[in-house]
């Protein structure tokens, strides 16, 4: 007889190494590059930003978890990776309390009120974004151009100064910005979306890995180059400037809030694509990279829904 | 080289290396037997023994009980000393002939050899499957010779053997493939008259290069195919090995003769195969024991009605206390809790994993990353069958195709969340089941 304590558990009995808490440290990991590239080109302000940013995201989830009396989760990491992108998200030159008050929004009002990770319809990370940006306009709207990047910016018009490249695009102005620049980060923008280097390095690592799903970044960039193509928009400056990369390769891959089928994530990620030209070239706002993801976040259950695979040997039901 | 296969799946370690190049012991004759009469899927065999009678190794003790039913026979010589229920396998007690041995092996007078294969026509071979109480070997346990009475209007056109093996750990098949090819073929060539079929199929995951070369050499000049099968899981569930081996997709809901396929565990064959050589029924089978839980592992061939405890102490017992004992591979076998079960037609191993390797089955919500839709071999979406299950929406699981859910366990393999997603799919079904039979 056994003298012992078995398990008893249904099949299967073996699992895959990987965790949801290994994937979020994963894509903890994957913005690293973005973080280094922020600290390059802005400073050790973007290190204090998002340090608030990630704090104040892991806080407010332990604080409403314990106020509302559920096992706290802080440790699967989601709440850090929507604290990081959220950070990235922001200038460069905002007050500190604005990623703190963002990130506890994000959290609080983004996800736990939905009942936590898994329920959150939208990106949690873009929901404290367009809080913020609703909520101080100003401050959110407020540019810096990097130290690195004022000898070649002399040659531009003084307008140039207080403005991202998107929202010169925007006013008309005509810009002459090195590529290579952009490429490398060399610009202004929000903290971790100006460089495409580091976003790129980061966004390769999660496909290797297969974290993320190939069809919403290469849906999303495709669309974004064949609009540009066609409403005679640069293609380059398209990708490079503003949030793109951030969003193609992190935002636009939430798990939580995109679909789960094949054709779902491709359909997602050329809708993300649409909008943020349409928003682009014809909106109000020089960036719709954010308000895009959301638009879509927001017909994710219905993509899902129409875009059931075709099961093996499925045969149709009768009436 | 590509090798045929399915689409999707997984690939999962296979450790299979702690048992794979061990040859087949032969398990010493057990001091008792407990044999219960449901080992197959169907209608409970019917004793023809009573408590007190001396039995022979291989006497028939249990009538078939109708067309979907086996008889089962006395694995070792002795005396019958109890009929009643016992611990089976499937959490209940099952009623089971006992028998104590004599400590010796008397064979039943009336074991030899059935005639020579040319002389037996196809209707003598199919009850020659039913009186050898075959058995789907692979785990089902459904009663064989059932499967080669197609419908009206259905021909079997292959015999499709599986050798597959994707189940980690197990070796069993592997050595029987080995070791035993040309009883497989024997049998296999059987089956092919049986169902008046025209063409023989093996399918084997390459990692078993020696049973493919073995099965090669014995299957010379026949009509028989040995297919080199891709190492992925669930190569060996029976749609997915019909769609590996001839590209043909069984609708769901319906058996593989839709497709003009009749499949059968290699280790069926074989069983077939001996039967037809030397007349000696199905009362032993072979089984792997191991598991990092386990102090020598081994393929053992052991007598059927053996206890688990017989079998694991003739492998040293456990390392240490063990974490879980599967019956089974450890994707599709049951996890027990007691060592006094028998082993039965459909034992294919024992697995034996240390607390270590036993997780705690906390899980999370789903966090809708598409793993198991990436894996699922059915292209079912397997997290949304998980989630409407947790709610008892069972009208949504319906239509979100569970029944086509064949229960490979893939996607709970890979879900990060460590969601039961199986657990739930068969909670389902039966909830589903029920309220059909009851409304």
């Known amino acids: 007889m056994l003298e012992t304590e078995v398990v008893v558990s249904a099949s299967p009995h073996i699992r895959q190494g990987v965790t949801t808490e290994r994937i979020m440290w994963m894509v903890v990991i994957s913005l690293l590059p973005a973080v280094f590239a922020s600290i390059t080109f802005f400073g050790g302000r973007a290190l204090l930003i998002i340090l608030c940013s990630v704090f104040s995201a892991v806080l407010t989830e332990a604080a409403v978890e314990i106020l509302l009396k559920r096992p706290v989760t802080v440790k699967d990491g989601s709440a850090a990776v929507t604290g990081l992108l959220l950070a990235l998200t922001l200038p460069p030159t905002v007050p500190l309390i604005l990623p703190v008050l963002g990130a506890a929004f994000a959290i609080a009002i983004g996800k736990q009120i939905f009942g936590g990770l898994g329920f959150n319809p939208l990106n949690p990370a873009l929901i404290g974004r367009a809080f913020l940006l609703a909520s101080w306009p100003d401050l959110m709207t407020t540019w810096k151009w990097p130290a690195a990047s004022l000898t070649w910016l002399e040659s531009q018009a003084d307008a140039v100064a207080g403005a991202t490249v998107l929202g010169l695009i925007k006013e008309g102005t005509t810009v002459q910005l090195p590529f290579l620049q952009m490429f490398l980060g060399n610009m202004s923008g929000s903290l971790g979306e100006t460089s495409a280097l580091a976003l790129l390095v980061g966004g390769l690592f999660l496909l290797a890995y297969q974290i993320i799903d190939w069809r919403i970044p290469v849906g999303y960039l495709g669309t974004v180059i064949l609009m540009a193509l066609l409403v005679g928009e640069n293609p380059l400056l398209q990708l490079l400037a503003g949030g793109l990369i951030l969003g193609a390769f992190f935002m636009a891959t939430d798990y939580v809030t995109t679909p789960v089928t094949p054709k779902g994530r491709l359909i997602f990620g050329i809708g993300c694509g649409l909008l943020t030209m349409l928003i682009r070239k014809y909106g109000g706002f020089p960036e719709g990279v954010g308000y895009s993801i959301l638009l879509m976040n927001v017909a994710t259950p219905l993509l899902d829904r129409w875009t059931i695979p075709k099961r093996f040997g499925e045969v149709k039901a009768n009436g | ?439």
């Open chain 2, 1 to 439: 080289m590509r090798f045929r296969t399915f689409k999707k799946g997984v690939y999962l370690p296979g450790n299979k290396e702690r048992t794979a190049s061990l040859p087949v012991e032969v398990l010493p004759l057990p001091r008792q037997v407990v044999l219960p009469l449901r080992q197959h899927i169907g209608a409970p065999a019917e004793p023809v023994v009573a408590v007190g009678d001396e039995v022979l190794t291989g006497q028939k003790i249990a009538e078939a009980k109708g067309k979907v039913s086996l008889p089962l026979h006395a694995s070792i010589s002795g005396k019958v000393v109890a009929i009643e229920p016992r611990p089976h396998v499937s959490g209940e007690l099952v009623p089971a002939i006992v028998i104590e041995s004599d400590g010796t092996e008397r064979m039943a007078p009336e074991l030899h050899a059935p005639p020579r294969l040319e002389e037996l026509s196809a209707e003598q071979l199919k009850e020659l499957m039913q009186e050898a109480g075959l058995a789907g070997m692979g785990g089902a346990a459904f009663p064989t010779h059932v499967k080669y009475d197609p419908p009206p209007g259905k021909k079997i056109e292959y015999i499709l053997l599986n050798g597959a093996e994707c189940e980690p750990y197990l070796t069993c098949d592997h050595r029987l493939m080995v070791e035993r090819a040309d009883d497989i073929i024997l049998g296999l060539m059987a089956m092919l008259k049986a169902g008046q079929a025209t063409k023989g199929l093996i399918g084997v995951e390459v990692n078993k290069p020696d049973a493919l070369a073995a099965l090669e050499k014995a299957a010379t000049g026949l009509p028989i195919e040995v297919l080199p099968l891709k190492v992925k899981y669930p190569q060996g569930e029976e749609k997915m090995l019909i769609y590996a081996a001839t590209g043909r997709v069984v609708p769901a809901g319906a058996l593989p003769i839709e497709v003009g396929v009749v499949v059968n565990n290699v280790a069926t064959a074989a069983a077939f195969g001996e039967y037809l050589r030397t007349g000696k029924p199905l009362i032993s089978r072979l089984v792997t024991v191991t598991g990092a839980g386990i102090k020598s592992p081994k393929n053992l061939e052991v007598r059927l009605g053996t206890l688990l405890e017989d079998v694991l102490n003739y492998c040293g017992g456990f390392t240490d206390a063990p974490g879980r004992i599967i019956l089974g591979g450890p994707m599709t076998g049951p996890a027990q809790y007691r060592l006094d079960l028998p082993v039965m037609k459909g034992t294919s191993g024992i697995v034996v994993q240390t607390r270590a390797e036993v997780e705690k089955p906390d899980y999370g919500p789903c966090i809708r990353c598409g793993k198991c839709v990436d894996v699922c071999p059915y292209n079912a979406l397997p997290n949304y069958f998980g989630l409407y299950a947790e709610h008892d929406r069972l009208a949504e699981v319906e239509k979100y195709g569970i029944f086509d859910c064949r229960e490979c366990g893939s996607c709970t393999y890979v879900c990060p969340s460590r969601r039961p997603l199986l657990q739930l799919i068969k909670d389902a079904k039966r909830k589903i089941m029920a309220s059909r039979k009851t409304g």
